[in-house]
């Protein structure tokens, strides 16, 4: 009874070390990891990536009630906004009133699309809800690598000539003076 006690308590020891140990060696790597997604809610404006347009173009849409969507491919020579969004998401739906009043200032020159991976049944509460062209583009494996939405959402991207202009993670204040600047720079180049 004795050596099955010890051996327990030994067993106990190695595994609390492993933990402490486990969280000592990955506590910097976790902060960094939550350093680089607070940096990146900012937005960045960099060189801009070149995307495979074809890709992107490909996406096949479904509109919330179902029906096949024109193609992203038909607004290929507008300034595209790409939001990535959930139904769950609350930060998702707290964005789309700054979103409707954007696109309601910036006009037919630049072409919104609020994409969500969920079937047309689920974002089409949503999308009765807000004046927002919504999207289905289905399962996420379709979906290029550089346009996947995770770790955060809201995911937005504003696109010209195949190419992203800026990335932005988690909600913004899209309806205030520096995001309508921003879209008519974009469009003016």
């Known amino acids: 009874m004795k050596a099955k006690l010890l051996f327990l308590l030994i067993g106990l020891l190695i595994g609390a070390a492993g933990a402490s140990s486990y969280f000592i060696l990955n506590a910097k ?15 960045t404006i960099s ?82 809800k807000y004046k927002l062209p919504f999207f289905s583009y289905g399962d996420e494996k379709f979906l290029p690598n550089y346009l996947r939405t995770y770790p955060v959402l809201p995911r937005s991207f504003i696109l010209k000539r195949g190419r992203i202009e800026f990335e932005r993670w988690g909600n913004a204040p899209w309806s205030g003076d520096s995001a309508v600047q921003l879209l008519r720079e974009i469009e003016a180049e």
């Open 29 to 43: 790597k976790l902060y960094d990891s939550y350093l680089r997604r607070q940096e990146a809610l900012k937005g």
């Open 47 to 128: 060189e801009p990536i070149r995307l495979n347009v074809e890709d992107l173009y490909g996406l096949k849409l479904y509109d919330p009630a179902g029906k096949p969507a024109p193609s992203i491919r038909e607004s290929k020579d507008k300034v595209i906004f790409l939001s990535f969004w959930a139904s769950w998401c609350m930060p998702c739906q707290a964005e789309f009133p700054e979103i409707e009043k954007l696109r309601s200032q910036m006009g037919d020159g630049i072409a919104f699309y609020m994409l969500s991976d969920e079937t047309p049944d689920l974002i089409r509460p949503t999308a009765k």
